[in-house]
Every structure is written in C-alpha cells, then in structure tokens.
C-alpha cells in the first residue's frame, strides 16, 4: 500500500515537472526577427478590416469625402470615407471617433528596410508595421505596430499567408472608412 502511494507522489511530482520544464520553452512570438529569403514582395493588395476602438480626427476634406485619423496606437492614416458613412457631415476635426477600416496591405521581405529596385539601387520601404505571427487556418495576421502595439486582423481569402511570416514588413496601400461612430465626450470631462 506504502509503494502504491510513493508511485503516484512520485509520478504526480513528474508529472509537475515535466509540465514546468515544457512552458519555460515556450517564448512569444518576435517581429524583430529578419525574415529568410531574398529582399522581395511577397504579395500586393491584401486585403483586411479593423476596428479601432479610438480614434482622433485630425482633418476632413468633406468635397472628397477624405478624413485624416490619428489611430490609437499614434499612427496616422488618411482613409476615404464610404458611402455608407452616413454621419460624414457631422464629423470634426477633434472628435474622437470609432472607425471601421477596409485595408490593403503589400507585405515585403525587406533587408534593413530596404527593397531591390531596378537598375542594382536599393529602395527604402516605408513600413508601418511588422509581421508577428501568421495563422493560415484561421487566416489571421497578426502585426506590431513601431509603437509596440499588437492588433489581429483576418485576411481575405486570396491572402498568401503560407509565404508570409514573423518580421515580414507591412506597407498600408489603401485604406476605406467603412463605419465612424462619434464618441461623444462625457459631460464632466474638460
């Protein structure tokens, strides 16, 4: 009965162990690590959506239906706003807003931020954030931003996430206010 006992204390202590010793291997994923392969574009266009819980507005040309962002994360973008933006008029510079995006993305495989271009010159690529971790099954992208910050966005169905990976650059081609929902300033807030 003693033995029995000794064997599930030690087996239980083994077990402790094991599972100790297995999650110290594990480490996050880096953005930082360079990407293997030759300077290159891995794919144009890519298209993606995110929400940004909060947004400045900085500018809006109301002819062209054109409104300058600073992100949450520091960033600023400058987005055309759908039709489907029905509040467009009532949107000012300060407001602080909830924005939907439609994005395309081209993600390179760069050499200290910079591409091959014809004629054996190199050219500088103006990145804005880095690949994180690549998920094809769910076709999700993860990306760190140069302010740190993390954000996931799904991927459209046409995406070559199998050729993309941690350290990849991340260019933002385009972008399109899909919905903008003005945060209304509390009353007590000065």
């Known amino acids: 009965m003693a033995t029995n006992i000794k064997k599930k204390l030690v087996l239980n202590f083994?077990?402790?162990?094991?599972?100790?010793i297995l999650t110290g291997c594990w480490t996050p994923p880096n953005a930082n690590v360079r990407p293997t392969g030759e300077p290159r574009l891995i794919q144009s266009g890519v298209s993606v959506e995110s929400v940004q819980e909060q947004a400045t507005v900085q500018a809006v040309d109301a002819s062209q239906r054109i409104i300058r962002l600073k992100l949450s994360y520091g960033s600023p973008i400058t987005c055309k706003a759908s039709q489907r933006v029905a509040?467009?008029?009532?949107?000012?510079?300060g407001d602080k807003v909830k924005v939907t995006l439609a994005e395309k993305l081209a993600i390179y495989v760069l050499k200290d931020g910079r591409l091959p271009a014809a004629g054996g010159t190199d050219e500088a690529v103006n990145f804005y954030a880095k690949v994180q971790s690549v998920d094809p099954s769910y076709r999700l992208l993860t990306l760190q931003y140069s302010s740190g910050q993390i954000e996931v966005l799904k991927t459209d169905l046409n995406a070559k996430l199998l050729e993309m990976q941690a350290?990849?650059?991340?260019?933002?081609?385009t972008a399109e206010a899909k919905a903008i929902h003005i945060q209304k300033q509390s009353a007590m807030a000065h």
Do not use: K, M, R, S
Not at 14 to 20: D, R
Not at 87 to 92: A, C, D
């Open 14 to 20: 083994l077990i402790a162990i094991t599972a100790l």
């Open 167 to 173: 350290g990849d650059a991340v260019v933002l081609q």
């Open 87 to 93: 509040n467009f008029g009532q949107i000012q510079p």
